[in-house]
């Protein structure tokens, strides 16, 4: 390529050639697309759709607002206290994942750290709730500006696929266990929806009129209602959000910020983003990570943890139909979650008096293929060893420094890749 200096009085011309090959700079946060409109979005709504969205949100009320439950009667939490925990959790989660989804066109579904919730089960028994509230703040904001650092992106960039699928495969290992567990303590419930789900996907022409999920749950249902074991208990019915005054102290800073944070980017968001890039999709790191910080704002607000992007939730939103109208599927939860947040105390009391077989078999069945496409990925290519190790060190429960083993599965399997991998081997 050749150069010319410049003559006094002569206009520079610019090299056309030059002028594409310039690099432009990628912003920290990834531009939102143009949103559909109604048409366009009622359009590629489908059924099936519609049922990936209903059971995002059937998953994520039951188990893991149990666990909310659990944490907080052990923490010595006051009902109303709980039940501000379990509203901020719904309508952040929903707000979150209506906005990104509208704004990214693709399933970017929201919901809160059931890690970061555990993690914080211990701290209750020598911190305030004041304190911990402090802390779910002090995560926010760090959260939040490694997000609008365009950190995250690059740090996930350096991370090979195999090994980040292999610790979401030892995560959602349990789904499928939990199928066979629910089968063992509580056949009339976990037999019929499991026969039902078989039968509709080996049969194609039944399936293509009734998704195997959906067919699954119905039978469910029914044994449910037959057996007579569903007891709802009386409580109120319409949320009642209560703000709790932060306490900012270093105790609590220095035990929680960090791991919470550490929960939400690599658990979390890790998960989400190895799924829906399993499934096909582009998620905007950057952009979903500042939506965790300042959604998680939302929920210290109310006593609540860190909201952040699940890897099981978006499996269940990108479980069938075509890539370009999964986004609906997030458009339905979105919708139902923030119907959710209004009675969250009825919700709640609902799902719980449910037998455990039926959530437990219905988020197995649902999670199944997802399971299967983790394991696929994870083990194949030069970084099988790299990603059998995250995988071991996962199911292990390895909790060093009060760290959840899904991160130190991330990090002693990729240090593993790192040593045995060929050079030169692709990601």
Aim: proline share 7%; net charge positive.
């Amino acid at each position: 390529m050749f150069t010319t200096q410049q003559q006094p009085g002569q206009a520079v011309v610019e090299d056309p050639a030059e002028r594409r090959e310039a690099p432009v700079a990628e912003p920290p946060v990834e531009r939102p697309r143009r949103p559909y409109g109604p048409r366009r979005i009622l359009r590629d709504l489908g059924p099936q759709y519609a049922v990936n969205g209903l059971l995002g949100v059937v998953f994520s009320v039951s188990g893991p607002a149990a666990v909310t439950l659990a944490v907080g009667a052990a923490g010595g939490l006051s009902q109303a206290h709980t039940a501000s925990w379990v509203f901020g959790m719904l309508l952040s989660a929903g707000l979150a994942t209506l906005v990104m989804s509208v704004l990214y066109r693709q399933p970017l579904g929201f919901a809160w750290s059931i890690p970061g919730t555990v993690l914080v089960g211990p701290s209750l028994q020598h911190l305030s709730f004041a304190e911990v509230v402090g802390a779910f703040f002090g995560c926010g904001v760090l959260v939040l500006a490694l997000g609008l650092t365009g950190v995250m992106r690059r740090v996930t960039a350096a991370l090979p696929m195999p090994i980040v699928m292999a610790m979401v495969a030892a995560v959602f290992l349990r789904f499928g266990t939990d199928i066979v567990h629910s089968a063992r303590t509580d056949l009339p419930v976990a037999g019929p929806m499991i026969a039902v789900f078989l039968l509709l996907t080996a049969v194609p022409a039944l399936g293509r009129r009734m998704p195997p999920v959906l067919g699954a749950m119905l039978v469910g249902i029914a044994a449910v209602a037959l057996s007579g074991r569903f007891a709802l208990a009386d409580g109120p019915t319409l949320a009642a959000p209560v703000f709790t005054a932060p306490e900012f102290t270093w105790a609590a800073q220095l035990e929680l910020v960090v791991p919470l944070a550490i929960t939400v980017l690599f658990v979390q968001n890790g998960q989400g983003q190895a799924v829906l890039t399993a499934a096909g999709h582009r998620p905007p790191i950057n952009a979903y990570t500042v939506a965790s910080g300042a959604f998680s704002l939302v929920n210290a607000a109310v006593g609540a943890v860190s909201a952040c992007v699940t890897g099981p939730t978006n499996a269940l939103l990108t479980a069938s139909g075509e890539r370009h109208r999964q986004y609906t599927a997030a458009l339905v939860y979105a919708v139902l979650f923030l119907a959710c947040a209004l009675v969250a105390p009825a919700i709640v009391r609902a799902m719980l008096a449910t037998p455990e077989a039926f959530i437990l078999t219905l988020g197995g069945l649902a999670m199944l293929r997802s399971l299967l496409q983790a394991f696929l990925t994870a083990f194949s290519g030069p970084h099988a060893l790299g990603a059998l190790t995250a995988f071991i060190v996962t199911v292990s429960g390895l909790d060093l420094l009060n760290l959840h083993a899904a991160f130190w599965g991330i990090v002693i399997g990729w240090a593993v890749a790192r040593l045995t991998t060929p050079r030169g081997a692709t990601p």
